[in-house]
């Protein structure tokens, strides 16, 4: 007798989506080689929108796919992957100089602790 299934589970609020994903993606993948190996990929899509729960369903029908994309797992296991992929985050550094103005011929390099230099205007 075969032991019971556990289905492929994905938190979308995880702190690290992108581990999450990859591990639940595992998961699936050993699902469809092993006990689901006989289902044609129609069913398998069928499957994987099922695992994915409310949010993933969500995400799924905001992308307004193809009738064919729908029915493409490869294409599908993609778009998951992409939503759940780091976003690159540009840091900018600026350097605020509160109240401090530069006017006529001062500059930013002129500036001294908040004051004019010996007869500076402002």
Same mark, same amino acid.
């Given at each position: 007798?075969?032991?019971? &299934? &556990?289905?492929?589970?994905?938190? =979308?609020?995880?702190?690290? +989506?992108?581990?999450? =994903? !990859?591990?639940?993606? #595992?998961?699936? &993948? ?7 190996? *006989?289902?044609?990929? %129609?069913?398998?899509?069928?499957? +994987? /929108? ?12 905001? =992308?307004?796919?193809? #009738?064919? #994309? ?5 294409? /599908? ?15 900018? *550094?600026?350097?605020? +100089?509160?109240? %401090? !103005? ?9 500036? *001294?602790?908040?004051?004019? &230099?010996?007869? %500076?205007?402002?």
């Amino acid at each position: 007798m075969a032991a019971p &299934q &556990q289905n492929p589970t994905i938190n =979308w609020q995880a702190t690290n +989506l992108n581990e999450e =994903w !990859k591990n639940f993606k #595992d998961h699936a &993948q050993l699902m469809f080689k092993g006990p689901l190996k *006989r289902i044609g990929e %129609e069913e398998q899509c069928a499957y +994987l /929108l099922i695992w994915v729960g409310d949010t993933g369903r969500e995400f799924f029908n905001s =992308w307004g796919l193809a #009738d064919a #994309d729908k029915k493409n797992i490869s294409f /599908l296991v993609g778009k998951f992957q992409d939503h759940a992929a780091p976003t690159k985050k540009h840091n900018f *550094r600026t350097l605020h +100089l509160p109240g %401090e !103005k530069t006017a006529g011929r001062r500059n930013v390099r002129n500036f *001294r602790h908040g004051s004019p &230099q010996s007869g %500076e205007r402002l």
